[in-house]
């Protein structure tokens, strides 16, 4: 395919995009019609959105349109997972300007797909609007099978604090891509396209979790929430932390602690759980500290080996 | 409140706006977590995304942010509605530039939060991010109470055409506005906050339409996706549609024939349907047009009075 989305239009480029998409048992009634319909057999249906921009959340120089489209995908899809839910389906707003390759706008829908596929979701429907640089609004949907959504604000003092997933590759790769590196490849990938454990989720609620978060922001910032909606404080012991050499020995080239990268670092899109501590937890999950009590006056704390983390902390996206 | 989003951070603004949500039973888990979780009594769940653009769907110096709030979520709604489905829960996705004052984004999600509540729906959850303009992205949700869907794709030869809700009022609206004027009210007040007819979609379902769609893009174009997608042609009569008198007036005052307006113009979120001709149809529905055969190499024509419809035609969001 030549040429630019604002050559194909507005009905082409759907066209485009929509022929792109597989059949999915989920989506009972996919695009073309005024709205999509898609199976909640629970009698609920998991909903979470995100919005990602050109320059804030990505850029077309360092990620491929797949990328970005994987790596939305699974953002939301993750958000979905750790409610303990499974993915059923994903709809997609889409920004584009005139003159963005159709090609890229194309590959991007593919990339969905396949993070799609991953996930077991499909694409069910969505909207295109020319402006001036490409955002991408994502809205995933889930279905709990039954259970009982996982919250953050169900953490209990003793619970164990377990993650699963990859933690700090993602900062460490984005750490490399921003010195103008491109290797290691495993990090840069991580970074470009991260692989969310959707299975957890759902696997962690039938295992009796607690609480439940993605880890977008950070660890650290990410488990500040459930200790503030729990009511509970939290401390991670840093030995526990599995810190691969290559990491080690990026921060070392770097000058990093890789530690922050581990506790502060976003976009892995691990879980983190809270479990009672009889839960005999499966090998991928690594306890990694405990919920205890909150002090008086500092309920919501997240601590490091009992002392406050004071290095960079989670993302927030007003302050950029 | 005082100040821009910008300074109230995105955790304090995300804590302004939900603060403002009261509980819809529709929705089981609201904004907090991961993920909302919204009742899905029927097993399936029907679902729409649309995204908004300062500029180009909206202007903050014609509309105030509650109405462009109103307007944003009816849209969305209507969607809903034109499937044959009951609104739930909206979610949404909104990017703000960081002086934004905080009342705009407050008196925003008030518009949201009452249009909800006229459709019955409640807002679920969603995200902010900043970014250079103001941009929604609204994802509607809702149920089908077990009726079956009623697509694009039903109509059949025989069926007549039926409208209810208000058509050119908003076209009528934007070209008052548009011209620097700021009355008749009526038709102002219409452009910037349509009042879809929400009950009337479920109704349709129930009375056996056999295809429906929102009138977004304007009543000819629409229909055009309805004879398109169920293989017809569709002939419309002009003299079955209402002109109101205040109408006419705008209309020879700017030199513009309202049929126009009532065939051609978008936003207003009326709903047509398409109903076996022997239907017993409520007041409210005005029975304009006839479904037929397509003619061979002709199918999907909408014509009027027999005749090709050649004036302004309805919105290609990328040719503007």
């Not at 194909?8 to 989920?26: C, D, K, Q, V, Y």
């Not at 909903?47 to 990602?52: G, M, Q």
């Not at 593919?110 to 069910?124: F, I, P, S, T, Y």
Request: glycine share 14%.
């Amino acid at each position: 395919m030549q040429g630019t989305v604002g050559e194909l239009g507005e009905f082409g480029l759907i066209r485009e995009l929509t022929a792109r998409l597989p059949h999915n048992p989920s989506v009972a009634l996919g695009p073309g019609d005024d709205a999509a319909v898609v199976k909640a057999p629970d009698g609920r249906v998991v909903a979470t959105t995100d919005v990602l921009l050109e320059g804030r959340h990505f850029r077309r120089d360092w990620s491929t349109a797949y990328d970005v489209g994987r790596k939305s995908a699974a953002q939301n899809l993750a958000d979905i997972a750790a409610m303990g839910a499974v993915p059923t389906a994903l709809l997609l707003g889409l920004v584009v300007p005139a003159d963005l390759p159709a090609t890229w706008a194309t590959e991007l829908m593919d990339g969905l797909r396949d993070e799609c596929q991953v996930a077991g979701a499909g694409v069910a429907g969505g909207d295109v609007v020319r402006g001036d640089t490409v955002m991408l609004a994502i809205t995933a949907l889930g279905d709990l099978q039954g259970r009982t959504p996982v919250t953050r604000a169900g953490a209990r003092p003793g619970d164990l604090v377990a993650v699963t997933g990859w933690l700090g590759w993602s900062a460490a790769g984005y750490t490399v891509l921003s010195r103008g590196f491109r290797s290691p490849r495993a990090f840069v990938e991580a970074h470009r396209r991260p692989e969310p454990p959707y299975h957890a989720g759902p696997a962690a609620a039938r295992l009796g979790a607690t609480a439940m978060i993605d880890v977008s922001d950070g660890l650290i910032a990410d488990l500040g929430h459930v200790a503030t909606a729990s009511g509970v404080d939290i401390d991670l012991r840093a030995a526990d932390f599995d810190v691969p050499a290559q990491m080690a020995d990026i921060g070392q080239a770097v000058g990093v602690d890789p530690l922050v990268w581990v506790l502060s670092g976003g976009e892995d899109h691990a879980i983190v759980a809270t479990f009672p501590p009889e839960t005999p937890l499966p090998a991928r999950w690594r306890v990694v500290g405990e919920v205890s009590a909150a002090r008086p006056g500092r309920g919501g704390a997240v601590t490091v080996d009992g002392a406050p983390w004071d290095r960079a902390g989670g993302w927030d996206h007003f302050a950029g």
